[in-house]
């Protein structure tokens, strides 16, 4: 056996007997070769199945606004400094977002998330109706409840922890050092802000962000121990799909294996957190998404995504359970609400 492989063996086994991989190493193992890829694969679902078991956790969103961002980060076609095209609308009625949520818990979704466009929630009056929406989804369609709503105030995220929110969506997007690169309108600042302010609330924080920004591999690495920093123990991987109109429509596609090796390197660095591949996988790992699942990830983003679409849902149940794997169920936990 080569050197390449003993060392993707070693720090495997030293993660699972309940040590830690330094950045150096995450920077080393992010370069392994394709020919040493699947290895790397296997190992990270081993840090998988030692810490995780084999469940796959499926959540679901809605883009339920959309469009006329003020915000002018260069990968999204909601912005409105871009021309994309996107469609436009305002807030869904409250009807369309509980129906949404049903049909997102009959794909198999155990987490249902309200995700709009723009830069918080500075309608209090959407807002209010975010929260009835919410409250009738927990209630009624027996799903867990998730939201992604821009920057978060610390009394806003007191009222979504009230009606029963347990996690709150906010990606870091990319690697600190490369956020400036890609948003000028807010600042990494800011993210730390909404997080830190769903945390005191007591929700339970999802964030991640996307491969493919013209980051480098290390910067990959670099994302993944902030989001360890922040005790992140919810993470979206997103691979972009590059939108015409925006700065970044000529970006490179990654190969799939590179952005396999991503993804197993983020579980040696998060051995216990739920990671899931969400948006632009379809796109581009194409035949390979299975190996996303055997390669330590264990959770998907199912349906559409927020401008595109997504595959059919019972393909990717089938995937499932081709793979051996099980689903996650729903935890609802009581609320002050429920009193």
Known sequence: MDTNCTHIITLAERVLAGGEITRQE??????????????????????????????????????????????????CAQSACYQTGVKEYPLLDEESLVAAARRA????????????????QGNPHEFEQIL??????????????????????????????????TRYHSNIETAPSHFPDICQTHSYEDKMSTIENAKEAGIRVCSGGILGLGETP???????????????????????????GTPFEHNKRLAPLEILRTFAVFRF???????????????????????????????????????????????????????????????????????
């Open 218 to 244: 290390e910067q990959r690495v670099e994302m993944a121990f902030e989001l360890k920093r922040l005790g992140v123990d919810s993470v979206p991987l997103n691979i972009l799909n590059p939108i015409k």
């Open 26 to 75: 995450g920077e080393l193992l992010i370069r392994t070769q394709d020919r040493d890829t699947m290895l790397l694969l296997a190992m990270a679902d081993k840090i998988r199945q030692r810490y995780n078991g084999d469940r796959v956790d499926f959540c679901a969103i809605i883009n339920a606004r959309s469009g006329k961002c003020p915000e002018n980060c260069k990968f």
């Open 269 to 339: 660095v998060l051995p216990r957190a739920l990671i899931r591949t969400a948006g632009g996988r379809e796109v581009n790992l194409r035949d390979l998404q299975a190996f996303a699942l055997s390669g330590g990830l264990n959770g998907i983003m199912v349906g559409n995504y927020l401008t595109t679409g997504g595959r059919a849902p019972e393909e990717d149940r089938r995937m499932v359970s081709d793979l051996g794997r099980g689903f996650t169920r729903p935890h609802l936990p009581a609320t002050v609400m429920d009193a």
């Open 105 to 120: 818990k009959a794909a198999g979704a155990v987490r249902f998330s309200i995700v709009t466009s723009g830069r918080n």
């Open 132 to 165: 009835r929406a919410l409250t009738r989804i927990r209630r009624e369609v027996g799903i867990e409840i998730c939201c992604s709503l821009g920057l978060l105030t610390k009394r806003n995220a007191q009222r979504l922890k009230a009606i029963g929110v």
